[in-house]
């Protein structure tokens, strides 16, 4: 392809000019200099965050002190952030709550979708599932030890693999790997329609797209607040339980889970809801910093945020096949929009050190072993020009002898 084909930085200048969502980016505080294509792992820093997080620790806890469980309403930050995060996955309303990591959250919904469907004794989960994943129901599975087994498959083998003695599918709903997106509504309903409940991982759903967890019928989900939500390095995870399951207890049964904390009683009386998904004291600065990015989401909308992030993937793919067609790259991702996430993925033999020699002209994306070159698409603060730059700075790095 001749080099005056090849599409123009000016055009896609354009694209960013007539973006309704591009004044959100200086909303975050981003470094000079820098194409941020790993916002995926961790989402950059809203400004709000850091003012909030200042006042935060200042006001509520510099002069509030202990006061400030009830004056400054930490309390209520679990719940208060679970209903937002709640509206961005289409959860019914008091069926999220904030705490602990995604790895935590995965324990207590296995541990209480295994206690829902005692006669079946195997969790089914995708063979490249992400590792934290398979590790929990491991862990999990032979820690219950009545014959508990996990059984891992190909993504395509999963639904015809659900049988008699599934209790749960665990899936994540996006391969990190990838960014293949499975059918939440369907697979959820394949599931049921045997007899087993599905908890799914939405690390990579929640603020990449809009999910629909009360349309989809669906049981469990938990997910992260440090990757697209923006809620800083740790942030808490969110858990969802459908209404119908809340009823039963987790097995992490701590006073903050408790329906009066503060009465001290001596037996546990689990709070009505999923508040009782909460297990100890909750860390109120990384829920505020979470909060703050939780809300640009909401601000900005779901639907604006995902007709962007497809319209930069789809110009990243095009932009690097026009650079790099022969380079020996090869597109992981689906191009249907509807069959994946909001990152782009490429297999390279030498995936490592082109991403090594990426980070050195500023473009961050990541590297996944054993061959991946992945690129997160991030509309707030994400431009059409980043992903220009990144495709030329790709282009030059395969180029190079
Ligand atoms: C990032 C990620 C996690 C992270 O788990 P933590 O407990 O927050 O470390 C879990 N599951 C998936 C699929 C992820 O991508």
């Not at 709640?86 to 296995?110: H, I």
């Not at 295994?114 to 599932?129: A, F, V, Y």
């Not at 490429?346 to 473009?363: C, D, I, N, Q, T």
Request: some cysteine; glycine content about 10%.
């Amino acid at each position: 392809m001749s080099a005056s084909s090849r599409t123009l930085r000016e055009e896609v200048e354009r694209l960013d000019r007539e973006d309704p969502l591009a004044p959100f980016r200086e909303r975050f505080l981003l470094p000079e200099g820098i194409v941020y294509l790993d916002g995926n792992s961790l989402g950059a820093l809203p400004r709000e965050a850091a003012a909030r997080v200042e006042r935060a620790v200042r006001e509520e806890w510099g002069k509030g002190l202990i006061r400030s469980w009830r004056d400054a309403g930490w309390i209520d930050l679990p719940l208060r952030i679970g209903e937002k995060i709640g509206r961005l996955v289409g959860a019914e309303p008091g069926s999220v709550v904030v705490a602990d990591s995604t790895s935590v959250n995965l324990f207590k919904v296995l541990a209480a979708a295994l206690s829902h469907r005692p006669e079946r004794k195997t969790i089914l989960t995708e063979r490249g599932n992400f590792p934290t994943d398979l590790y929990i129901a491991e862990g999990l599975a032979s820690f219950v030890g009545k014959g508990h087994s996990v059984r891992t498959e190909p993504a395509e083998k999963i639904v015809p693999s659900i049988g008699r003695d599934t209790a749960v599918v665990l899936l994540t709903q996006v391969d990190y790997r990838t960014g293949a997106r499975h059918d939440l509504a369907r697979v959820t309903g394949e599931a049921h329609e045997r007899g087993a409940l599905v908890v799914w991982d939405l690390a990579h759903s929640a603020g990449a797209f809009p999910v629909d967890l009360a349309g989809a019928g669906a049981d469990f989900a938990v997910g992260c607040g440090y990757k697209y939500l923006c809620g800083g390095p740790g942030a808490p995870a969110f858990v969802y339980v459908a209404p119908r399951h809340q009823r039963n207890v987790q097995p992490l049964s701590g006073w903050f889970g408790h329906a009066a904390p503060f009465a001290f009683e001596a037996g546990y009386r689990p709070a009505p809801g999923v508040g009782r998904y909460v297990c100890g004291t909750s860390p109120i600065l990384s829920l505020t910093a979470l909060e703050a990015g939780v809300d640009l989401f909401l601000e900005a909308g779901m639907d604006r945020v995902r007709e962007k992030s497809v319209r930069l993937a789809d110009l990243f793919v095009e932009l690097v096949e026009e650079r790099c067609g022969g380079r020996g790259l090869a597109l992981l991702t689906p191009r249907e929009p509807a069959r994946r996430g909001s990152q782009v993925s490429f297999a390279h033999p030498s995936a490592e050190g082109v991403m090594k020699a990426l980070a050195a002209r500023g473009v961050i994306g990541d590297f996944r072993p054993p061959d991946i070159l992945r690129f997160g698409f991030a509309p707030l603060y994400g431009r059409f020009v980043d992903a220009w730059d990144a495709a030329e700075a790709l282009g030059a790095v395969l180029a190079a002898p």
